[in-house]
């Protein structure tokens, strides 16, 4: 008798704290520390800078976008990618069948 009660003030106890979690939630939504609010304003002013570069780097300078253009033909020139293929496109491939023979040949 005393378990029931005490899983019942459990279950109860679980309840509330989901609810309030629930409410905090939204409330906790707005920065109040103000080192907070400064990462979140970070966080969206890169956001509009990225939609804007259209997926290039952000910020970046001309020697930055040197050192990415170098390291990525490196990447191509290793990985085989030299003849001016695409590296982003995922690679096609083409098996054709082999050339079989006869399968009784009487050589004798």
Do not use: H
Request: aromatic share 6%; net charge positive; charged share 25%.
């Amino acid at each position: 008798m005393l378990t029931n009660q005490i899983q019942q003030a459990v279950r109860m106890m679980g309840a509330q704290a989901r609810r309030n979690y629930g409410v905090t939630a939204v409330v906790m939504s707005k920065a109040t520390d103000p080192i907070q609010q400064l990462f979140v304003n970070k966080l969206r002013d890169y956001a509009t800078k990225s939609k804007s570069a259209g997926g290039k780097l952000v910020d970046a300078s001309p020697e930055i976008e040197r050192e990415l253009k170098q390291e990525l033909d490196k990447l191509a020139k290793t990985y085989g990618g030299d003849g001016g293929a695409d590296m982003t496109a995922f690679p096609s491939f083409k098996f054709e069948e082999p050339k079989l023979g006869p399968i009784n040949s009487s050589s004798s």
